[in-house]
């Protein structure tokens, strides 16, 4: 941590209320925002899931570094959309209908942002409808799935077969307490993610396979 | 089949569990399952004397005196809103972003009047314990802020609610979720409940770092364990005994804190080894659960694997000497298309060679 730049210290650790000053010193270096996303920011975040994978570190401590990424893009997302940048992948993620859980959710697209994803959060109890028109607008290349209660793994099954019948080259990634790899084979899901650190590695590798 | 009204006052019914526990006795947390083979459901729930009577069949249906509710862990939130006038519709999705005002007391009407309704009916069967059930006040509160895990987290660093609005808002819940517990808790013992299942999931490390609790317990004190024990000084003032639920995932001291809560029972999640669990946990108190019927659906999962855990987890915890009654982790959920496929598994279990 000690070979990291002050501002990727920072989000690592949580430390919120620095944030602005350090982004503010990156942009008075001559850093432009891009180059603050990219070289500040994902290696930060990816370090945070790389933790939390190793069990080093645990839900809490993600969100607050999260918090922390947050009040950095806030500053820079204006930069961005000024200079014309864009994420290179667009995701589109939600809770499955029935099902108003959002911890795992939240986690997955703070982490999925963190790696510099565009994420359209749809929130909770979202139709499969909703997420087959939301990979349209939005021009997703990846959707992700949560749901926590058995009782609504149906809705995930539904979800998918809308999703594929828009006939859209998306790749779905679903997680979740009752969900297992098997789950996700059977259903047609591309990839399956057992918790928010790993769920930055599984986007990129079904994004891969299909590129 | 022992009769609980022979067993009117809580050392009796604490007596109960423990002859069960003693028996052998199984149960799985099952009225969702059975209340879903009815076709009409939906009416069932509006109507407290068919809930009662679809939570006295679910006893019958599993051969145990143990009635317990439906495990609805909305009730709670959507009465607290509805005081305020949030329409039920909008409960579940509903957050406070700023600390709530004093509000009107808690008035038990709507879902919770139906829920003492139904103890009511199975108390006047006479050969069921009824039981209570309700959601701990830290999980009250998670459901009432969008985002609980960083302030509580902030909080646990020191942060205070005048210095952070966020902490603010989860302080003031906790303080309003646990005044409409106890009312619930009270009206339920008043309908006959014996014995009440109080329900604190989110009290894990999801919402509680392990590193920084290893700093120190203060605010796991004071934002859990202080609410549960003023629940229980109610219950124990109300005659009725504590029953503790936690499938959330634990650390042995969240483990050790909650056997301190002198509880009839306790029932954890499958993430714990229930037989290394005893050694927290005081003889008193007996132990339930926890075969991980969250896992049920899984066609992975076969019968014959759930007959041989339930096999391995009754004869390990019958080496330990602890009372202890084999069930499931959580409230078994009936799920649309894989009823028979959780059911065998749930008869399974039951059924499993001592």
Redesign the interface.
């Known amino acids: 941590m000690s070979e990291l730049h002050p501002l990727s210290q920072a989000v690592m650790a949580g430390r919120r209320k620095e944030v602005p000053d350090l982004v503010q010193q990156c942009l008075d270096a001559g850093e432009d925002a891009k180059t603050i996303v990219e070289t500040r920011l994902v290696p930060s975040m990816m370090a945070v899931g790389e933790r939390f994978k190793r069990n080093e ?5 993600m ?2 570094a999260a ?1 922390a990424m947050k009040e950095a893009l806030r500053i820079l997302e204006p930069l961005l959309v000024a200079a014309g940048v864009r994420p290179e992948h667009t995701a589109v993620i939600g809770t499955v209908e029935g099902d ?1 859980h959002d ?1 795992g959710k ?1 986690l997955v697209a703070m982490m999925w942002k963190g790696a510099n994803i565009a994420v359209v959060d749809l ?3 979202v139709t499969a409808a909703k997420f087959a028109e939301a990979v349209g607008q939005h021009g997703a290349q990846l959707v992700g799935l949560s749901a926590l ?3 609504t ?2 809705a995930m099954r539904s979800t998918v077969q809308a999703i594929r019948a828009t006939g859209r080259p998306v790749k779905i990634v679903i997680g979740g ?2 969900i ?1 790899r ?2 996700a084979e ?1 259903i047609g899901a591309d990839g399956f993610a057992p918790d928010a650190g790993s769920a930055v590695d599984e986007a990129m590798a079904v994004l891969k396979a299909g590129s | 089949m022992m009769s609980p009204a022979a067993l009117p006052t809580t050392r009796s019914t604490r007596d109960l569990l423990h002859q069960l526990a003693a028996q052998g006795h199984r149960a799985p947390i099952g009225t969702h399952l059975i209340l879903h083979r009815h076709p009409d459901s939906g009416a069932i729930v509006c109507e407290g004397e068919r809930l009662g009577g679809v939570i006295a069949e679910t006893a019958d249906y599993f051969h145990t005196p143990l009635a317990v509710p439906l495990m609805d862990l909305t009730i709670e939130k959507e009465a607290l809103l509805g005081a305020r006038g949030v329409a039920p519709a909008e409960s579940p999705t509903y957050h406070f972003d700023e600390p709530p005002g004093p509000g009107t007391a808690p008035e038990v009407q709507g879902r919770m009047r139906i829920a003492c309704d139904a103890i009511r009916a199975v108390a006047a069967r006479g050969d069921l314990l009824p039981m209570g059930m309700g959601i701990g006040p830290f999980s009250l509160m998670t459901k009432l802020v969008a985002d609980p895990i960083s302030p509580v987290f902030l909080a646990g660093q020191g942060t205070t609610a005048a210095e952070e609005p966020e902490v603010a808002v989860v302080e003031r819940c906790l303080e309003l979720g646990l005044e409409w517990v106890l009312a619930y808790a009270s009206a339920q013992a008043g309908a006959g409940a014996k014995a009440l299942i109080l329900c604190e999931p989110a009290a894990n490390l999801v919402y509680f770092s392990p590193h920084q609790l290893a700093e120190g317990w203060e605010i796991f004190d004071r934002y859990v364990m202080d609410p549960l024990r003023a629940i229980k000084a109610r219950l124990d003032a109300l005659g009725v005994e504590l029953v503790f639920h936690d499938c959330g995932e634990l650390t042995q001291g969240m483990v050790e804190r909650f056997a301190t809560l002198d509880a009839a029972m306790i029932s954890f999640g499958s993430s714990r080894l229930l037989w290394e669990d005893a050694r927290l946990v005081p003889a008193h108190t007996v132990l339930y659960g926890n075969l991980p019927t969250k896992r049920f659906i899984s066609e992975q999962l076969s019968v014959g694997e759930v007959s041989r855990m339930a096999s391995d987890l009754d004869a390990r915890m019958r080496a330990t000497g602890h009372p202890f009654i084999l069930g499931s982790e959580c409230d078994v959920l009936s799920v649309a298309g894989s009823e028979r496929v959780i059911l065998d598994k749930v008869e399974a279990f039951l059924q499993a060679t001592a």
């Open positions: 570190i645990f839900v809490p401590e969100l607050i918090r108003l911890i939240n929130g909770v109890n209660l058995t009782t793994m149906p307490a009752p297992t098997e789950f059977e």
